[in-house]
């Protein structure tokens, strides 16, 4: 027997029923960008290595310990699986000169990759839903990607996620705030973990961010970036902020809020939770005005945010939230193999006028008893079971039989016109709270035929 094969570790099959929650909130996201007028672009899984290292920075951890990169053995090429998607957008941006005329609203969909530790809501693929508006320089659209990200979540149903907002000002007010940052840790170098340590001179803001408790004190107590930023940077983020008042969007300003990335500059965002542990940030975003230079076009302002797909899923299940399945609005019941014809013909003029129909299928043992076919039907979720038995088939009809709303009723319908009665089995949605499998306690007929009432 061969070996079987499994996924790689990290890198997880999305299987039903899992996959109709990432359907349904796939959804909302396109109706949502629709409302805002974002446009969606899709980028490459696959860049030039050098396009992270530019955009991303050599010293952060996703460049030194976290990207797949590899070399193309057909042609020498040094390649990465993209770890994330702002830095390809840019590249896209750029390359192909999408703001000639003006500035362009971007959305995206789809896995990036990181080789990191599998843990809960962190996964070596996971998948990225981001909203990326360029060549606008002001802060009413860095306040208008956060009532896009509000609106999701209001349309999602997702509660308990808060806003943290911050200003990394410009680079020269923060050089200045560096050089006093790298100064106070120097003086508590003994209380510095190794990670701190590390990033002191190359990229100290990151030490903001540190989860280390034992680091606390001192981080509380360093110098603030807010404390060195001039007149212009202020006006934006007292800009943005009065914005967000006027739509009371609530929001605490954070402090230890940073980017470890140079490209990175004034109003800087993140939507975070307390439920799902140390993952806790489910919407990070900013404005990142140097980032087109670094990869090589004009200079154009921008800012955008990501949301991590599965923190998002997850957090739904943590507050109990029911997601919409799919489910058919007929199953087809067919007792003989001699009916087939007529049923999936019945089927398909159903479908092409709207009616989500699912037909019972023969197995290695045939197709099956009344009994067990209908049990099948009820299991589906269907509205609705069509009964192409003998006498119906005799009679030029099909059987349309109710399994949930008054079950047990049913009624003859021409098989001439599925078209002309297809509208009475549709459902407007998948109902949120399908009527549960087993439940409908219909007794299916014990004859050939069908009974009628």
Known sequence: MAERLSAVKGMNDILPPESARWEWLEAIVREQMGRFAYRNVRTPVLEHTALFVRGIGEVTDIVEKEMYSFEDRLNGEQLTLRPENTASVVRAVTEHSLLYDGGKRLWYMGPMFRHERPQRGRYRQFHQIGAEALGFAGPDVDAELILLARSLWKALGLADVRLELNSLGQPAERALHRAQLIAHFEQHAGQLDEDAKRRLHSNPLRILDTKNPAMKDIVESAPKLMDFLGAESLAHFNGLRS????????????????????????????????????????????????????????????????????????????????????????????????AMPVALRTLQQLREAGVRAQMHAA???????????????????????????????????????????????????????????????????????????????????????????
């Open 243 to 338: 914005i967000l008042d006027a739509n009371g969007v609530d929001y605490s300003i954070n402090p230890r809020l940073v980017r470890g990335l140079d490209y990175y500059n004034l109003s800087v965002f993140e939507f975070v939770t307390d439920r799902l542990g140390a993952q806790g940030t489910v919407c990070a975003g900013g404005r990142y005005d140097d980032l087109i230079v670094q990869i090589g076009g004009k200079a154009a302002p921008a800012v955008g945010w990501a949301i991590g797909v599965e923190r998002v899923l997850e957090l739904l299940k943590e507050q109990g939230s029911e997601i919409p399945q799919p489910v058919p609005d007929v199953y087809a019941v067919v007792p003989y193999a001699a």
């Open 363 to 453: 197995t290695a043992e045939g197709l099956g008893s009344f009994k067990s076919q209908f049990k099948k039907a009820d299991a589906s979720g269907a509205a609705f079971a069509l009964i192409f038995g003998a006498d119906e088939l005799a009679r030029g009809e099909v059987t349309v039989k109710s399994l949930r709303d008054g079950a047990g009723a049913q009624v003859g319908r021409p098989l001439a016109h599925p078209a002309a009665w297809a509208g009475t089995l549709q459902s407007p949605a998948p109902s949120a709270s399908p009527a549960t499998p087993g439940r409908s306690h219909i007794a299916p007929p014990s004859a050939q035929g069908t009974p009628t009432n």
